[in-house]
Every structure is written in C-alpha cells, then in structure tokens.
C-alpha cells in the first residue's frame, strides 16, 4: 500500500472537512454545507462519505479527494498535503533516524520556549504595574484589548534578568534561551542577560500559528534600535515570514488580494478595522521566500509601504524582488509555427499612494473607509514604477531619457497583454518625447534577446496511439492516466490542447479535471515541467516527489507501451481525452444528485429536494455543452482519428 493510500485508509473524508465546513450537516447518504471556497448562501458543496470525495455544485465547480481539499485550503503543494494528512493520519513519511528525532525534540523544545516567553511577556503586558506605560501606548496607538489578546503582545520589564529568571523557574536552560534567541551572548560565548527590555513584545508566528520569534517595539525616545528583532536561528528566519500570515491567509484566499505594509502597528491596526486580508514584511524589502509564500495563496499583491523616500525605495526593490522570484515561463506561438517558451510575471502587483507624510496607521484610524478607497485606487505596478524610475531624471537630457527607457522596457517586455504593452509604449513615448516606432523597436529587440527567452522548441516525443490501459482502474482513472501518458510523451502538446479548448470557450486542462490525489500531483508537476526550456525525462525524474516515483514509473511504462503518433494529432487526440474525461466525471456527478433526489424523497426532505433539481439543471447544461463541442470538433475531422486509436 502506498504511502498516499494508506493515509486515504486512516482517515475519513467527512472528519476532515469538517473541522474547515461548519456548516457541514448530514443529508441522506451524503454530507451538504456552504462551500469554503467561495461566498454562497445556498449550500451547493457535497461530501460523499462512501467515495470519499467531495464536489462543489455552484460556482466553483471543483472536487477531489481529502488531499485535494487540502491543497486547494491550504493553499500548498501535493507535498504540504501529505505532511498535513500524514500527521492527522499518524503516517510516518520516512524512517526517522537518531538524528532526526533528536532534532525534532529540539525544534520542540525551543518553541516551547518562545510560547512561554510570550505567556509571560503578554501576562506582564495585562497585569504588571512596570508595564503602565506599555498600556497607555497601546492606548495612545488606539489598539483594543481584544487585538491586544488576539496577537497576544506583551512587555519586557526593564530588568536585565526579568525573562531569564522566570524561564529558569520553568525548567528551561540559559543555552536553550539563548538558542531561542532570548537572551545575549556575552563576549566570551557564554549566555547573558535577556535580550528584550522594556519594550512592547510583538509575537511573530509561522503559517502554522506557532509563535517563532518577536518584535520589539522601543516605548522612549531614546532606546534604539526602534524595532529590535530575534536573531535568526533555528526557528526564526525573518527573510522567510511575513507577520499576520498565519491568520490573514484564509481572507487573503477569499478576498483574492493580500495588502502588504510595512510596520507590525501597520498591520494590527488594519487587522482591528477589519480588514483581515493585511500582512506586514520583516525587513525594508520582501524577499524571495515572503512572495513565493504569498504566492500560495494569491495572485495579486498589493504594496502600501510608507510615503516617504525609504519607503518607495523599498517599495522599488519589492518590485524588482517580485520580477525576478515571480515570473512564469509561458509558451508563446512562433510565425514559424513553432514555439518558444518566454518569463512572464505571473502576478498582478498594485501600490497604494498613500498621503504624504501618513503611514497605514494613520489612515486607518482617521477614516477606514479612505483605506478601502485608497486600496481600491492603487496604481498599476507599470505606472508606479515609471514614476518613481523617472522622478530623479532629468529627461531633457539624453542620459535621462537613455536611464528611463533602460529601467523600464523590462517591465513592459514582461507584460503578456499585447494591449496593455501598447498603451505603456506610448505613455513611455511621450513622457521621454521620443519616436514610438524607435521605442517599438527596442522593445523588440530587447524580446529577442537570450537572456529573456529561450530557444524554440523544435523537437517532439513519439506519442502512444493506442491504449492498453490497465482494465483493473475505473473508467475515469484510466482516462487521467492515458492523459497524463501523452503529456510526458509531448509536453509540447499542452499549450496546443489549451489553445483549442480555449478556442471552442473551454477552460485550459487544470489540476482538477484528475480526481486520483497520483494523478493531480503528476499534473502539476508536468504543467511546470513542460514550460521549461527542453524538457526532456532527465529534467523530469529530479522533480518528482517520492512519494510518486513510483505512479510517474508507470505513466512511462504505458506511454513507452503506444505505437508512435503523428505530431499534428496529438492535441486533437488529448482534446478528446480531456473532453470525455470531463463527461465522465459529469455523469459520475449526476448519478450522485439522482441517488441523492431520490433519498430526500423517501425522508419526504423537500427543501433538499429543490436544492438537487437545481444542482442536476446546472449538470445537464454543461453536459449539453461539453458533447456540444465535442460534436463540433468531431464534425472537423475528429472521428476519423478514433479509428486510429483504441482507448
């Protein structure tokens, strides 16, 4: 039994979903709540306790199994799933070591350190005379004692032991605090005194809510550093968070924006007004791991750092940090015929122009409602940058104008919207007062450049023609696997596929359409694998998680199994597959509704009833849809094809 089953086996869909849809309620055979992935008031998002999968009937539309839920709540890969489930399941993934346990036990230890450091810190904050102060700037700052308990902030005493006393009383050894990064090393190595004093305590959490390390806030005028953070160490890595995280996440993913500021007080305050979906960086700039973590759970990222010069300075290297960690590799159609594969920034990046001489804070607590307009108002991330790029030109010089057209042709080189390009073109243009075509021209010349694209993709693999697929899977399975099989057979015929399914109004192939957890993982894997420059097996294999070494094994097996393919089928031929897979899984759903209408008639439940009629409607039109364009394309020539190839 694989690793992936044999956590299927241990655990039960409906417990799992459970504790993310309260609303689950059981109706028949089947369990019926409002779906956690978009706003309904009518519960259209099923769970099937003896398939164990789960399926939302409005608008998402989506379903899977308990390792797709996950993925999809969560916001993570196939492997954050595993580790998720596995450790609900009580799965090891791997054979622990001496090593590896002794340095679990660790880990533990030490947030076990930093969770009593906060409890005790945050008790001084409500309780302790020493802390009147922190409470009037609490007071002062307009922050509620329920966002105060929420984040659980605290006070460091002005004592050089306070900290270290009381963990000591607690167990806890002046190494392990100073690995924890409470406490400063003395000169000669050895543990000192605490490394917080009488400052606000800021806990910082990780995405799981665990608390890592803290912020220190300077209370007077003269203690500096003003903030004073951890030291990084083995729990704490600054470049690797971004505070608020850990409860923003869930209105990050439904809101479908994260807002970016700059200070801990930033983001409290925003958090107290409401607006749940706000994070704050740990440093003057976000780093490569802050945005591929923001990247799980949104495409748009909107930047309100401070109005004053270090912050649009900041401002700018987010932007730039952004371009270099953020851009996908997208396939683009040659006038040859061929296809060349080029980056393109795959998310949308806003700024807020905040008033002069006003941070967040003050926004929000003079007027929420100028926040949201403010957000709402955010400029493009193509007209901020061409502000701040050209803002200390002079462009009535030559090398002012040369410095412009250099800083920014990047950027309008990476926009994917031809129209869009167009329209910053001209802007550019007329802002340098220089000749469009000669700009036109460098931006072509710039897209042509290597270091901006890769070579074309000239050669294809041998695609199987006929099946052979294994007769011990479900009809469904086997279609995903034969699907998959072609795509490591002919990457290339990915883009192609899209491009007609896009053409006859059809979403591109998704994650989604692969109800096996194997299957969905190997899509995603393959999507990324085939828009790189030449893939081939031996870039192919590294990138494949253990866990599914094996299922990958035996994709090859079967595509190896096939009689080759002419290359001009192979799309039409995936086209197909995807299209019947997609029909297949409709009438696998309406078979559901119908045993579901027909166990609300027998507990006369007719309110679930109308809920099902309606839910079977909205199957049927998009089964009439699908063989419709199923229909059309066989009309084009497909069903000559079929008599190729046996499935």
Same mark, same amino acid.
């Given at each position: 039994?694989?690793?992936?089953?044999?956590?299927?086996?241990?655990?039960?869909?409906?417990?799992?979903?459970?504790g993310?849809?309260?609303?689950?309620?059981?109706?028949?055979?089947?369990?019926?709540?409002?779906?956690?992935?978009?706003?309904?008031?009518?519960?259209?998002?099923?769970?099937?306790?003896?398939?164990?999968?789960? #399926?939302?009937?409005?608008?998402?539309?989506?379903?899977g199994?308990?390792?797709?839920?996950?993925?999809?709540?969560?916001?993570?890969?196939?492997?954050?799933a595993?580790?998720?489930?596995?450790?609900?399941?009580?799965?090891?993934?791997?054979?622990?070591?001496?090593?590896?346990? *002794?340095?679990?036990?660790?880990?533990?230890?030490?947030?076990?350190?930093?969770?009593?450091?906060?409890?005790?810190?945050?008790?001084?904050?409500?309780?302790s005379?020493?802390?009147?102060?922190?409470r009037?700037?609490?007071?002062?700052?307009?922050?509620?004692?329920?966002?105060?308990?929420?984040?659980?902030?605290?006070?460091?005493?002005?004592?050089?032991?306070g900290?270290?006393?009381?963990?000591?009383?607690k167990?806890y050894?002046?190494?392990d605090? %100073?690995?924890?990064?409470?406490?400063?090393?003395?000169?000669?190595?050895?543990?000192?005194?605490?490394?917080?004093?009488?400052r606000?305590?800021?806990?910082?959490?990780?995405i799981?809510?665990?608390?890592?390390?803290?912020?220190?806030r300077? %209370? #007077?005028?003269?203690?500096?550093?003003?903030y004073?953070?951890?030291?990084?160490?083995?729990?704490?890595?600054?470049?690797?968070?971004?505070?608020?995280?850990?409860?923003?996440?869930? /209105?990050?993913?439904?809101l479908?924006?994260?807002?970016?500021?700059?200070?801990?007080?930033?983001?409290?305050?925003? #958090?107290?007004?409401?607006?749940?979906?706000?994070?704050?960086?740990?440093?003057t700039a976000?780093?490569?791991?802050?945005l591929?973590?923001?990247?799980?759970?949104?495409?748009?990222?909107?930047?309100?750092?401070?109005?004053?010069?270090?912050?649009? /300075?900041?401002?700018?290297?987010?932007i730039?940090?952004?371009r270099?960690?953020?851009?996908?590799v997208?396939?683009?159609?040659t /006038?040859?015929?061929?296809?060349?594969?080029?980056?393109?920034?795959?998310v949308d990046?806003?700024?807020? &122009?905040l008033?002069?001489?006003?941070?967040?804070?003050d926004?929000?607590?003079?007027?929420?409602?100028?926040w949201?307009?403010?957000?709402?108002?955010?400029?493009?991330?193509?007209?901020?940058?061409?502000?701040?790029?050209?803002?200390?030109?002079?462009?009535?010089t030559?090398?002012?104008?040369?410095? &412009?057209?250099?800083?920014?042709m990047?950027v309008l080189q990476?926009?994917?919207?031809?129209?869009?390009?167009?329209?910053?073109?001209?802007?550019?243009?007329?802002?340098?007062?220089?000749?469009?075509?000669?700009?036109?021209?460098?931006?072509?010349?710039a897209?042509?450049?290597?270091?901006?694209?890769?070579?074309?993709?000239?050669? !294809?693999?041998?695609?199987? /023609?006929?099946a052979?697929l294994?007769?011990?899977?479900?009809?469904?399975?086997?279609?995903?696997?034969?699907?998959? !099989?072609m795509?490591?057979?002919?990457?290339?015929?990915?883009?192609?596929?899209?491009?007609?399914?896009?053409?006859?109004?059809?979403?591109?192939?998704?994650?989604?359409?692969?109800?096996?957890?194997?299957?969905?993982?190997?899509?995603?894997?393959?999507?990324?694998?085939?828009?790189?420059?030449?893939?081939?097996? *031996?870039? %192919?294999?590294p990138?494949?998680?253990e866990?599914?070494e094996g299922?990958?094994?035996?994709?090859?097996?079967?595509?190896?199994?096939?009689?080759?393919?002419?290359?001009?089928?192979?799309?039409?031929?995936?086209?197909?597959?995807?299209?019947?897979?997609?029909?297949?899984?409709?009438?696998?759903?309406?078979?559901?509704?119908?045993?579901m209408?027909h166990?609300?008639?027998?507990?006369?439940?007719?309110?679930?009833?109308?809920?099902?009629?309606?839910?079977m409607?909205?199957?049927?039109?998009? %089964?009439?849809k699908?063989?419709?364009?199923?229909?059309?394309?066989?009309?084009?020539?497909?069903?000559?094809?079929?008599?190729?190839?046996?499935?």
């Amino acid at each position: 039994m694989s690793v992936v089953e044999e956590i299927k086996s241990r655990l039960d869909i409906v417990e799992i979903i459970s504790g993310y849809v309260p609303t689950l309620k059981k109706t028949g055979r089947t369990y019926k709540g409002l779906c956690p992935f978009h706003n309904e008031k009518t519960p259209s998002f099923i769970v099937f306790p003896e398939t164990q999968t789960w #399926h939302c009937f409005g608008a998402c539309g989506i379903g899977g199994d308990i390792f797709s839920f996950i993925m999809q709540r969560e916001g993570g890969d196939f492997k954050t799933a595993l580790e998720i489930l596995a450790a609900k399941a009580g799965v090891s993934l791997q054979e622990k070591t001496p090593a590896t346990v *002794e340095a679990d036990k660790t880990r533990q230890k030490l947030l076990d350190i930093v969770a009593a450091a906060a409890a005790y810190f945050h008790e001084l904050l409500s309780k302790s005379p020493q802390a009147g102060f922190g409470r009037d700037y609490l007071l002062k700052r307009g922050l509620r004692a329920d966002i105060v308990h929420q984040f659980q902030l605290g006070y460091a005493l002005n004592q050089w032991e306070g900290l270290k006393s009381h963990l000591q009383e607690k167990g806890y050894t002046e190494t392990d605090m %100073l690995t924890a990064g409470l406490l400063v090393e003395r000169d000669n190595g050895l543990p000192g005194y605490d490394r917080f004093r009488d400052r606000l305590i800021i806990p910082i959490r990780d995405i799981r809510g665990h608390i890592i390390g803290f912020g220190a806030r300077a %209370l #007077h005028e003269h203690q500096t550093p003003k903030y004073l953070n951890s030291p990084q160490n083995a729990l704490f890595d600054k470049s690797a968070v971004l505070y608020g995280l850990d409860v923003a996440r869930g /209105a990050i993913r439904d809101l479908g924006y994260v807002v970016i500021v700059e200070g801990y007080l930033d983001a409290l305050q925003a #958090h107290q007004q409401g607006y749940a979906n706000v994070v704050a960086q740990m440093g003057t700039a976000l780093t490569e791991e802050q945005l591929k973590l923001l990247k799980r759970y949104t495409d748009k990222l909107v930047l309100a750092l401070d109005a004053d010069k270090a912050g649009g /300075a900041a401002t700018l290297r987010g932007i730039n940090t952004a371009r270099e960690v953020l851009d996908e590799v997208v396939p683009v159609p040659t /006038a040859q015929g061929l296809i060349r594969y080029e980056n393109r920034l795959s998310v949308d990046i806003q700024i807020v &122009a905040l008033p002069p001489g006003k941070d967040p804070d003050d926004v929000l607590k003079e007027d929420t409602s100028a926040w949201q307009r403010l957000v709402d108002g955010a400029l493009p991330l193509v007209d901020y940058y061409i502000q701040q790029v050209t803002s200390n030109l002079d462009l009535n010089t030559a090398r002012g104008k040369s410095t &412009a057209v250099r800083e920014i042709m990047p950027v309008l080189q990476e926009m994917s919207d031809t129209v869009e390009q167009e329209h910053y073109l001209r802007q550019l243009a007329r802002l340098v007062r220089i000749d469009e075509r000669t700009l036109r021209t460098e931006l072509q010349r710039a897209s042509q450049s290597p270091s901006r694209s890769t070579p074309e993709l000239t050669a !294809a693999w041998p695609i199987p /023609a006929q099946a052979g697929l294994k007769t011990s899977i479900s009809p469904v399975t086997q279609l995903e696997e034969y699907c998959l !099989a072609m795509l490591v057979g002919y990457p290339g015929g990915l883009y192609n596929l899209n491009q007609i399914l896009q053409a006859n109004e059809e979403v591109s192939l998704l994650a989604d359409d692969f109800l096996k957890t194997e299957n969905r993982a190997l899509f995603d894997l393959i999507e990324r694998w085939a828009s790189t420059d030449r893939p081939n097996l *031996e870039t %192919l294999l590294p990138l494949v998680d253990e866990h599914v070494e094996g299922h990958l094994a035996s994709i090859m097996t079967l595509w190896h199994r096939q009689p080759a393919m002419a290359d001009e089928y192979v799309a039409k031929q995936l086209t197909d597959l995807v299209l019947r897979l997609r029909l297949e899984r409709l009438k696998q759903q309406a078979k559901e509704l119908r045993e579901m209408q027909h166990s609300a008639y027998e507990t006369q439940d007719k309110e679930a009833m109308a809920d099902y009629i309606k839910l079977m409607d909205k199957v049927n039109l998009r %089964l009439s849809k699908l063989n419709k364009v199923k229909d059309a394309l066989s009309i084009l020539g497909r069903r000559r094809l079929e008599n190729q190839f046996y499935i």
